[in-house]
Each structure stands twice: as structure tokens, then as C-alpha cells.
């Protein structure tokens, strides 16, 4: 059992939580209270950044003493949202919010993944018709072995999941989010994921 903090209470966030929690671990989840974000990453020893993208730098950076040392791991896409409430452009053009993430928190090991598919499909890989990947990007080889472990409480296969290498490959993956409004528009709101076959 891993304690584990997640922050955010969204589609995202409820789902994670709940799949986490049958796995058993125990999970608080973080919503918009004051102190609540605090108070739940202290105890933790994995926090999972699950808040809207565009706002989750400046959340997260004053939460620099209670990431100290933890593992976070990032599944947002800071991106600008068009006027249909779609991404329209990357928030961070030749970055990437989890490299962001990893400079201002030198002190916390940032593991980028699960943000390449509609969030259903992060706690039921198995429902797509095809098999999915979940990428992994970050600088530290322990903490992505953690992350690994996880996915698989998730029901990921092994096989499944592709590590890109440091938190610089992040950006690729967070680049991945341009595709998603037009495939919503051309097949709507079903379940898929960014896929590597071979």
C-alpha cells in the first residue's frame, strides 16, 4: 500500500482516485479548500498533479516544501484552451509543463504520464479495441520504476508501457494533446489513447 495524495477532484482526479483506492492504496484527494493541496502532499508519498493544466505550475510551486522528495506525477496538459473549450495551442511551445514542473521543484522527481488519452481510458486500458501506450518521461530511473509499478495497479500491461527517457521527451507526449480536438470533433467523446505499434 502506497499513501498517495491526489490533487484535483475532477473527471481525472475522481477517476484516479477511485482506481488507486481498489488497487489499495490509500488515497486523500486535494480539492480547491484552502490548505487542502497542503495538507494532503505532506502525508504522501506519491502526489499526482491532476489539476487543469494552465494553472498547475503556479499550484504546485507553492507546494515546494511538501514535494520535497516525493514523487509527483504529472497527467495534465497545460495547453490554451479555443473558444469550443478545446485545446487550441500548447501553453508551453518548445517545453513542456512537467520540465516546467521538474525546474522549479529541483527537490521532487517529476514522472510525466498517462496525458496522450481521454482519461477513461487511464484506469480501463483493456476497453480500447486496440492496445494503448502510456509513456513515461522523467530523469529519475527509481521514480519511474514507481510510476511503472502503479500503472500496473492501473491494469496496464508491462508491454504497454513505452519510457521515453528524461523529462525532456515530456514534451512530445504533452504535444500529443493537438490531436485530441479533432478527433473529438470527428468521432466525438469515445474513448482513445495515443498508440505506438509495431
Same mark, same amino acid.
Given at each position: 500500500?502506497?499513501? %498517495?495524495?491526489?490533487?484535483? *477532484?475532477?473527471?481525472? &482526479? &475522481?477517476?484516479?482516485?477511485?482506481?488507486?483506492?481498489?488497487?489499495?492504496? /490509500?488515497?486523500?484527494?486535494?480539492?480547491?479548500?484552502?490548505?487542502?493541496?497542503?495538507?494532503?502532499?505532506?502525508?504522501?508519498?506519491?502526489?499526482? *498533479?491532476?489539476?487543469?493544466?494552465? &494553472?498547475?505550475? /503556479?499550484?504546485?510551486?507553492?507546494?515546494?516544501?511538501?514535494?520535497?522528495?516525493?514523487?509527483?506525477?504529472?497527467?495534465? *496538459?497545460?495547453?490554451?484552451?479555443?473558444?469550443?473549450?478545446?485545446?487550441? /495551442?500548447?501553453?508551453?511551445?518548445?517545453?513542456?509543463?512537467?520540465?516546467?514542473?521538474? /525546474?522549479?521543484?529541483?527537490?521532487?522527481?517529476?514522472?510525466?504520464?498517462?496525458?496522450?488519452?481521454?482519461?477513461?481510458?487511464?484506469?480501463?486500458?483493456?476497453?480500447?479495441?486496440?492496445?494503448?501506450?502510456?509513456?513515461?518521461? &522523467?530523469?529519475?530511473?527509481?521514480?519511474?520504476?514507481?510510476?511503472?509499478?502503479?500503472?500496473?495497479?492501473?491494469?496496464?500491461?508491462?508491454?504497454?508501457?513505452?519510457?521515453?527517457?528524461?523529462?525532456?521527451?515530456?514534451?512530445?507526449?504533452?504535444?500529443?494533446?493537438?490531436?485530441?480536438?479533432?478527433? %473529438?470533433?470527428?468521432?466525438?467523446?469515445?474513448?482513445?489513447?495515443?498508440? %505506438?505499434?509495431?
Amino acid at each position: 500500500m502506497t499513501m %498517495i495524495a491526489v490533487l484535483g *477532484n475532477g473527471r481525472v &482526479g &475522481g477517476s484516479l482516485t477511485l482506481a488507486l483506492t481498489r488497487a489499495g492504496h /490509500e488515497v486523500t484527494v486535494a480539492d480547491r479548500s484552502p490548505g487542502s493541496a497542503a495538507d494532503a502532499a505532506r502525508t504522501a508519498q506519491i502526489v499526482i *498533479n491532476a489539476t487543469p493544466g494552465a &494553472g498547475s505550475l /503556479e499550484r504546485l510551486i507553492a507546494l515546494r516544501e511538501e514535494l520535497r522528495g516525493k514523487i509527483l506525477v504529472d497527467v495534465s *496538459n497545460a495547453t490554451v484552451d479555443g473558444p469550443d473549450g478545446l485545446p487550441a /495551442e500548447l501553453l508551453y511551445p518548445g517545453s513542456s509543463l512537467a520540465e516546467r514542473l521538474q /525546474e522549479a521543484l529541483p527537490d521532487t522527481r517529476v514522472v510525466k504520464t498517462l496525458n496522450t488519452m481521454l482519461y477513461t481510458v487511464m484506469t480501463a486500458p483493456a476497453a480500447l479495441t486496440q492496445t494503448p501506450t502510456a509513456f513515461l518521461s &522523467g530523469k529519475d530511473p527509481e521514480a519511474k520504476h514507481v510510476v511503472r509499478g502503479l500503472l500496473t495497479d492501473l491494469d496496464w500491461q508491462q508491454e504497454w508501457i513505452t519510457d521515453l527517457g528524461g523529462i525532456e521527451t515530456a514534451r512530445a507526449a504533452e504535444a500529443a494533446i493537438l490531436f485530441v480536438p479533432h478527433v %473529438i470533433r470527428s468521432s466525438g467523446f469515445a474513448p482513445f489513447a495515443i498508440s %505506438i505499434t509495431r
